[in-house]
């Protein structure tokens, strides 16, 4: 998705831009939805996470 976010506004923008990306998601999911989808939506929050780790990992050092 571009270059790494190393700023905290950026880390906070990069966060808003994925949450929008999977409420979209989650949005087009119908009836018609295969599992295939839901897998696709869990890696996605599945590497969500891991960027909020890193992100918290990098405020904390920042902090210290």
Do not use: C
Not at 6 to 23: F, P, V
Request: charged share 25%; aromatic share 6%; hydrophobic share 40%.
């Amino acid at each position: 998705m571009g270059k790494a976010a190393e700023h905290k506004l950026e880390q906070i923008h990069y966060l808003q831009n994925r949450l929008a990306l999977i409420e979209q998601m989650v949005g087009s999911l119908d009836e018609m939805s295969t599992s295939h989808d839901l897998d696709q939506l869990m890696a996605q929050f599945q590497a969500l996470t891991t960027k909020i780790n890193r992100f918290k990992e990098d405020w904390q050092k920042a902090s210290s």
